[in-house]
Nanobody, 122 residues
Framework: QVQLVESGGGLVQAGGSLRLSCVVS????????MGWFRQAPGKQRELVAS???????NYADSVKGRFTISRDNAKYTVYLKMNSLKPEDTAVYYC????????????????WGQGTQVTVSS
């Protein structure tokens, strides 16, 4: 059974930075494609960034140039570094993974973490 555990959320002022981490267990991580999603109150969940097992990345237009997704296969961990945070980035952030990058990019990965709250004050 695959488990994903996020950490690193919190409260930050606009313009600040946070780094989210997601540790994965129970999977051959290097062949596991990952994504960070977020869901704000009253809004649909959206894909923020994805990364394949070999490190190919993709970002939502709203975060390009501000967020960076990365992975450390030796540590079974994926990261989301968030810079220049805006109040509209406030949401619960989830990491998720699947053997299929297509499923991640379509928003239907098989495995999900429990989420971590990110709140950006103005």
């Amino acid at each position: 059974q695959v488990q994903l555990v996020e950490s690193g959320g919190g409260l930050v002022q606009a313009g600040g930075s946070l780094r989210l981490s997601c540790v994965v267990s129970g999977s051959a991580f290097s062949t596991y494609d990952m994504g960070w999603f977020r869901q704000a109150p009253g809004k649909q969940r959206e894909l923020v960034a994805s990364i394949s097992g070999v490190g190919t990345t993709n970002y939502a237009d709203s975060v390009k140039g501000r967020f960076t997704i990365s992975r450390d296969n030796a540590k079974y961990t994926v990261y989301l570094k968030m810079n220049s945070l805006k109040p509209e980035d406030t949401a619960v952030y989830y990491c998720a993974g699947d053997r299929s990058l297509l499923r991640v990019r379509r928003g239907i990965p098989e495995d999900w973490g429990q989420g971590t709250q990110v709140t950006v004050s103005s």
